[in-house]
C-alpha cells in the first residue's frame, strides 16, 4: 500500500463521483461511472485485494456500463427538466444523505487501522484461513477457499440472488404488458437498418472465441489465481452482449435463445444446491465437501473439497453468465427481443 | 541490458501518452481528437507493456515466462480490441452528422455531411 497512489485514486475517484451526479447528459453520466468503477478497481488492486479488483473490473466498469447504456437507450439521455418543487426534494436530499453519511463517518472512527493486525478481523478467523487452507483444501487461493468452501452458504444465496435479479428483469420487462419499442428516435432506427460495419464484426468475431477461453480459464484456474465462478461468468456473458452489440440481438438470441437461458441459470443454482444436498445424502453436514471423496474416485478428503469447489464455481458461472444476458437483452429491447443498441 | 532497453520502451510509451494528451486536449475537433487518442493511445500501451514483458524476464524461469507470454496476450488483444473500439467511435460520431474541422479558407467536404 503506497499512500501517494491511494491519495491520487482516491481524490480522481470523488471528481468521478461528483462528475457523474452533475452532469445533464446521462449517457456522459453513464461513461463517467464506468471511469469511477474502474478507478476503484485500480484502488483494491493497490491494497491487494486482487479478487474484488478483478470482479469490479469486469462487473462495475464492463457489464454495468453497458446496461446503462442499454437503459439509456431505451428511456431519455437528458435529465428531466425543472420540474416544481425539486429543489425541496433536493435539499430533503441532501440532507438525508448528509446526516446518514455523517453517522457513517462517525461509526468509521470506530474501526481498527487498515490491516492492523490486533483487529478482530485479523485474529479470530484469518490467521485459520490463512495458515490451514493449503493443508485444509489443497487450494492456494485463499479467496477462492473462503468465498466457495468456508463460507460456501454465503455464496450459494448470492447466487440464489443473482438469479431472482435476472428474474425480476424478466418480469418486469418482459411479463409485465409494457412490451412497446420505446421512445427511439426515426434517425437512429434508419442508421441502425443500414449499419453493417464489417470491420467491427470481423474483430468481433475473432476475438470472442478468445473471451470464451479466456472465461473457462478464469473460471477453472480460480482456485490457483484470482479469479472464479462470478468474474468468469460475467466475461462469458460480456461476450454473447458483445455480440449483441455488433450484429444484432437475433444474433446472439440465436446462439442461446430464452428457454435455454433460463433453463441454464437455474441448473447452475440446481448444480450449486445439489453438491450441497449430495453432502447431505452421504451423512455429512450440507456443503461440507470432504464426505465427497466416498464418490469421487481417486481423491482423498482434501482433494474432494478443491474439486468440490471447482464444481460449485462452475454453477456460478453458468448462471451469471446467463443472468447477465438476460438482463442486457430485456434492457436493451425493452422485452420485447426486437432491436438492441 | 534488458534494463535499458525497458526503460527506453518506457520512456518512449510515456512520451507518446503525453503527445496522446496533448493531442486530445489540443486538436480543434472529434475526428482528429479521436484520431489523437486512438492511435497514441495504442502504441504507448504497446510499448509500455512490451517493456514490462521485457523487464519481467530479468530473472529467467518458468513462471516468469508464463507471465511474459501473459502480458503478449493483453498486448495483442489490445492491439485488436483499441483501434477497433476508436473506429467505433468515430463511426458513430459520422453516421451522428459531427461535421470534421475545416479553416476559414478550406470549406471542401464539408457539404457532404451537411443534412
Known amino acids: 500500500m503506497i499512500w501517494q497512489i491511494d491519495i491520487m485514486i482516491l481524490t480522481l475517484i470523488v471528481i468521478c463521483g461528483l462528475f457523474a451526479i452533475s452532469v445533464k447528459d446521462l449517457l456522459g453520466a453513464a461513461v463517467v461511472f464506468g471511469a469511477y468503477s474502474f478507478l476503484m478497481c485500480l484502488l483494491w488492486t493497490e491494497m491487494g485485494a486482487v479478487d474484488v479488483a478483478f470482479t469490479e473490473a469486469a462487473v462495475g466498469a464492463g457489464v454495468s456500463t453497458v446496461l446503462f447504456f442499454a437503459a439509456v437507450h431505451r428511456s431519455s439521455r437528458q ?80 447466487t440464489a440472488v443473482v438469479l431472482t435479479a435476472g428474474l425480476a428483469v424478466l418480469i418486469i420487462l418482459r ?62 456473458g460480456a461476450s454473447f452482449i458483445l455480440l449483441a452489440i455488433s450484429y444484432d440481438l437475433k444474433m446472439a ?27 447431505l445424502l452421504l451423512g455429512a453436514n450440507f456443503l461440507d465437501y470432504s464426505i465427497l ?6 481423491t482423498d478428503e482434501i482433494a474432494a473439497r478443491s474439486h468440490a469447489m471447482l464444481g460449485v464455481e462452475i ?27 | ?52 514483458a521485457l523487464y519481467n524476464l530479468h530473472l529467467l524461469s518458468a513462471g516468469n515466462i508464463l507471465v511474459t507470454i501473459k502480458i503478449l496476450f493483453i498486448l495483442m488483444f489490445i492491439f485488436l480490441a483499441s483501434p477497433t473500439a476508436t473506429h467505433a467511435i468515430i463511426d458513430a460520431g459520422y453516421e451522428s452528422g459531427i461535421k470534421p474541422w475545416a479553416n476559414e479558407n478550406n470549406r471542401e467536404g464539408q457539404d457532404d455531411l451537411a443534412d
Open chain 1, 315 to 341: 454453477g456460478v458461472a453458468l448462471t451469471v453468465m446467463v443472468i447477465v444476458m438476460i438482463i442486457y437483452n430485456n434492457i436493451v429491447s425493452n422485452g420485447s427481443y426486437e432491436k438492441g443498441l
Open chain 1, 293 to 298: 471423496h466416498r464418490i469421487l474416485p481417486a
Open chain 1, 253 to 279: 438470441l440465436n446462439r442461446i435463445n430464452e428457454k435455454a437461458a433460463l433453463l441454464l441459470a437455474n441448473t447452475g443454482v440446481l448444480i450449486y444446491g445439489g453438491i450441497g444436498f449430495l453432502c
Open chain 2, 1 to 52: 541490458m534488458i534494463n535499458t532497453l525497458t526503460i527506453a520502451l518506457m520512456i518512449a510509451g510515456l512520451f507518446f501518452f503525453l503527445a496522446t494528451t496533448v493531442g486530445v486536449l489540443r486538436f480543434p475537433d472529434f475526428y482528429t481528437r479521436m484520431h489523437a487518442a486512438g492511435k497514441g493511445d495504442t502504441l504507448s500501451s504497446l510499448l509500455i507493456l512490451v517493456g514490462l
Open chain 1, 79 to 158: 435529465v428531466k427538466a425543472r420540474v416544481s418543487g425539486a429543489m425541496l426534494y433536493k435539499g430533503l436530499g441532501l440532507l438525508a444523505s448528509g446526516l446518514m453519511g455523517g453517522v457513517l463517518f462517525y461509526a468509521s472512527t470506530d474501526f481498527p487501522d487498515w490491516a492492523d493486525p490486533a483487529s478482530p478481523a485479523s485474529s479470530h478467523l484469518s490467521p485459520h484461513f490463512i495458515t490451514q487452507t493449503i493443508a485444509e483444501t489443497s487450494v492456494p487461493n485463499i479467496v477462492t477457499s473462503v468465498l466457495a468452501d468456508y463460507r460456501g452458504f454465503d455464496t450459494m444465496f448470492e
Open chain 1, 175 to 236: 411479463l409485465g404488458g409494457c412490451r412497446t419499442a420505446g421512445p427511439i428516435r426515426e434517425k437512429n432506427a434508419a442508421i441502425q437498418a443500414a449499419y453493417k460495419d464489417s470491420i467491427i464484426r470481423f474483430v468481433t468475431r475473432m476475438v470472442v472465441p478468445f473471451m470464451q477461453l479466456f472465461a473457462l480459464y478464469v473460471v477453472a484456474h480460480g482456485h490457483h489465481s484470482p479469479g472464479g465462478g462470478f468474474q468468469g461468468g460475467v466475461i462469458l
